[in-house]
């Protein structure tokens, strides 16, 4: 996953999650991320951490790929 605008990868081993068993178990599975790991969930309104297991960055994307404000 790439910030096109500011030419900066922001994961280089990111997983999606484009079906709902996929989005149910997310981030669940894991007991963490290796840097530029990360799951892209499409389609997505909101982000539940119940039962995390480490604490994890957001970043929202809106309808045309650009970066919600």
Request: hydrophobic share 40%; glycine share 10%.
């Amino acid at each position: 996953m790439r910030n096109q605008t500011r030419d900066a990868v922001l994961g280089d081993a990111v997983e999606v999650a484009d079906t709902s068993a996929k989005r149910r178990v997310g981030l669940l599975k894991h007991k963490g991320l290796e840097p530029g790991e990360g799951l892209w969930i499409v389609p997505c309104e909101s982000v539940h951490t119940f039962f995390m297991k480490f604490p994890i960055d957001l970043v929202y994307v809106d309808k045309s790929g650009g970066f919600a404000k």
